[in-house]
């Protein structure tokens, strides 16, 4: 939602059900093992967090069953029968609130999410498990529309580090220059955060890093160590397959080969199946081989799996931008001019067929800012045709004074970020310019998923620590007799003492359908 492959100034583009001891971020292959599982379902409360009810089933009758949670509180925890017992979690705020059960001297946890509201017809949300979500930031969010792979924009960074650089130096930040006037030392802008090695995020892109230092550095740009006088970001798309408990493992990446550094991307990934583990792959990206200076949407056909090089980029001359180099992949989808933001594309498509690709408008300042579009045929299929017709969606869906991103089109409901939330709006009408152009057609954005409001971000205090002040970038999957919608979330994981920063943690979750 916040994707982090933004233009910092002008020199760098693009910018858990576990079971080993004490622990909810392990390998498929422990969690597997696990004789504890857990179901947590949401009970609605009037003016009010939702409470969340948990049922646990053993694998075999244990002597002491002791329920924990990692703040507020339980109630009604019950023995159902020799291998089941059950109680009511009471959240104190909106946050991560890790359940723990402790069975046979071990104990065995999973993650929900408290919500400051969830609309009716939907479960209770929960951390994704698995190998995704690191102590750096995951954002980006994607899932294949079969539910078999998930992806997300991830780097061993805290997010909130890129807030501190646009800081004034009286403040306490580095005022959008690193060097300028002086040296800017600051932590977050040194240090690094999470892991960027396997198991989670095997072949990382780390000529960027020394050990859990930032070297200031940029190889494609012929800038050796500390002489980089901008702050940017080295960051990955990386995918991961489900596994049969329903966590996501087995890491592999989705980049540009710009000489290890990580500093050149795609943003917004969207799939077509093609075959068993094939899948047309669409994305955002700028450079400068199109005119308009804006993003554009290419295609490349992956395969999952296995790391996928989109093309390369090689060294020009020091300190000017890297050129594509001779093995380039990714093919244009040439949807017309580029000068309003074709970002965060998704594909709709009907049988294999491309019906329809959605965008938003997430950087520029012109007339279509931080609004969605969507781009139909006039003529011949796709990918083939570029023969494109951009229609702007009406302003019951692009409201003022709102912000519409990271759109997600599926049977008529089009979901999407409107101001740090999810909604969803109901459309009625014909798969046609004119239908997506009438008004009338679309139902007023509804809130599916609400981020806390009881905090100032400019002005946090430690009791704001925990809340979960984002969440956006809704993907859904159809999968088995369940529709699961993932989502991002940010919670206020500690202030910096230096400018009295939020420190936001970026994570992915899920909530599926009733």
């Not at 009037?46 to 009810?53: F, K, R, T």
């Not at 792979?149 to 780097?155: D, E, G, I, Q």
């Not at 580095?174 to 072949?203: D, F, Q």
């Not at 011949?380 to 009406?394: A, H, M, Y």
Request: charged residues 20%; hydrophobic residues 35%.
């Amino acid at each position: 939602m916040y994707s982090v492959k933004i233009l910092l100034f002008t020199l760098f583009l693009i910018l858990v059900t576990a079971c080993t001891k004490n622990k909810d971020d392990t390998s498929t292959v422990e969690k597997l093992q696990s004789p504890v599982t857990f179901n947590v379902t949401r009970e609605k409360v009037d003016n009010g967090l939702d409470n969340v009810l948990v049922s646990v089933t053993l694998a075999d009758p244990q002597e002491s069953v002791i329920p924990a949670v990692s703040r507020g509180g339980i109630d009604s925890f019950e023995k159902v029968d020799a291998t089941h017992y059950s109680f009511r979690l009471i959240p104190e705020q909106t946050g991560e609130y890790k359940i723990t059960v402790e069975a046979d001297g071990l104990s065995y946890s999973k993650t929900v999410l408290v919500l400051q509201d969830v609309a009716d017809g939907w479960g209770q949300p929960q951390m994704v498990e698995g190998l995704v979500n690191t102590e750096g930031y995951e954002d980006g969010v994607t899932i294949t529309p079969d539910g078999e792979y998930l992806f997300v924009h991830t780097a061993p960074y805290r997010l909130s580090s890129l807030f501190v650089y646009n800081t004034s130096r009286a403040d306490g930040g580095c005022g959008g220059s690193r060097v300028n006037p002086s040296r800017c030392e600051h932590p977050w802008i040194n240090t690094l955060v999470g892991t960027y090695t396997a198991p989670k995020r095997p072949g990382f892109f780390d000529g960027r890093f020394n050990g859990d230092l930032q070297r200031h550095n940029a190889l494609s740009w012929g800038l050796g160590d500390e002489e980089a006088p901008v702050f940017a970001i080295s960051s990955m798309f990386y995918g991961f397959k489900r596994q049969a408990d329903g966590s996501f493992a087995e890491p592999f990446y989705m980049a540009f080969d710009d000489l290890n550094d990580g500093l050149i991307g795609p943003y917004g990934l969207t799939f077509v199946k093609q075959a068993e583990g094939r899948y047309r792959t669409l994305f955002s990206h700028k450079d400068a081989y199109t005119t308009g200076g804006g993003f554009d949407i290419y295609r490349y056909d992956a395969e999952f799996g296995r790391n996928n090089n989109f093309g390369s980029y090689v060294m020009t001359s020091k300190g000017n931008p890297p050129a594509r180099g001779t093995e380039f992949s990714s093919i244009l989808v040439d949807l017309g001019d580029n000068n309003g933001t074709q970002g965060n594309p998704f594909i709709y498509s009907e049988a294999g067929v491309v019906k329809s690709i959605w965008t938003d408008d997430e950087y520029d300042g012109d007339a279509d800012s931080k609004k969605i579009s969507v781009y139909l045929l006039n003529s011949g299929t796709f990918p083939e045709s570029s023969d494109w017709r951009k229609v702007l969606l009406p302003s019951n869906v692009n409201q003022t004074g709102s912000e519409s991103r990271q759109p997600t089109y599926v049977d008529g409901q089009l979901y999407f970020t409107q101001d740090v939330n999810v909604v969803v709006s109901a459309y009625s009408g014909s798969e046609s310019a004119a239908g997506y152009a009438d008004a009338l057609n679309w139902s007023i954005p509804k809130t599916l998923l609400q981020k806390d409001t009881s905090y100032n971000f400019y002005a946090i205090v430690n009791s704001d620590l925990g809340k979960i002040v984002a969440v956006g970038e809704p993907t859904i999957a159809d999968y088995g007799d369940k529709r699961i919608l993932y989502f991002v979330y940010g919670y206020i994981r500690g202030i910096d003492p230096i400018t009295g920063l939020a420190d936001m943690d970026m994570q992915a979750g899920f909530i599926e359908q009733e």
